[in-house]
T-cell receptor, first 110, second 115 residues
């Protein structure tokens, strides 16, 4: 699976939108973009994934650029409970393992 | 979705001893994995637990140190053998179906401290 690049840390004010970027310039055509988060002392939690189109669910929105070389995870109204490490991963259609990078530590500030 | 139960949730062990971690899933799943998360680090895949056959280990991990069993589609164990303080980590079980369009689920992890 190709690699991703994320900023090591970000701050966001409570109630504001948190926009977490991810670069994946060497993404292959069959690779999905996945986002997980890990709240302190817990196992990672799935957030959202997409292939080409933008996606939205009850937790977040995923915006993938047209060339698929980068994406942004949007938490529309960040709360203190969203403080976590957010991981952007690429998963090929024929792959089963997940390869985690260092992720972005998001701190939501009151 | 899948609910994963890992036991124990934490343990403090003496160096030179072994600890077996259990992972129980509430439904049959195709793929089961074991990860290690060292303090302050990201997750690293140890191995894929294969039902009825030997696990598939990632580079840097060997069966003698991390023997894995998977007797059926809902249960797996990971043993950390001959422990040293460097083995102090969180060990996580994860499950997933073969379809890349599905998400993976993780247990809450086992926090191991070796003294």
């Amino acid at each position: 699976d190709a690699k991703t690049t994320q900023p090591p840390s970000m701050d966001c004010a409570e109630g504001r939108a948190a926009n977490l970027p991810c670069n994946h310039s060497t993404i292959s055509g069959n690779e999905y973009v996945y986002w997980y988060r890990q709240i302190h002392s817990q196992g990672p939690q799935y957030i959202i994934h997409g292939l080409k189109n933008n996606e939205t669910n009850e937790m977040a929105s995923l915006i993938i650029t047209e060339d698929r070389k980068s994406s942004t995870l949007i938490l529309p109204h960040a709360t203190l409970r969203d403080t976590a490490v957010y991981y952007c991963l690429l998963v090929g259609a024929g792959s089963y393992q997940l390869t985690f990078g260092k992720g972005t530590k998001l701190s939501v500030i009151p | 979705s899948a609910v994963i139960s890992q036991k124990p949730s934490r343990d403090i062990c003496q160096r030179g001893t072994s600890l077996t971690i259990q992972c129980q899933v509430d439904s049959q799943v195709t793929m089961m994995f074991w990860y290690r998360q060292q303090p302050g680090q990201s997750l690293t895949l140890i191995a894929t637990a294969n039902q009825g056959s030997e696990a598939t280990y990632e580079s840097g991990f060997v069966i003698d140190k991390f023997p894995i069993s998977r007797p059926n589609l809902t249960f797996s164990t990971l043993t950390v053998s001959n422990m040293s303080p460097e083995d102090s980590s969180i060990y996580l079980c994860s499950v997933r179906d073969r379809d890349a369009r599905t998400e993976a689920f993780f247990g809450q992890g086992t926090r191991l401290t070796v003294v």
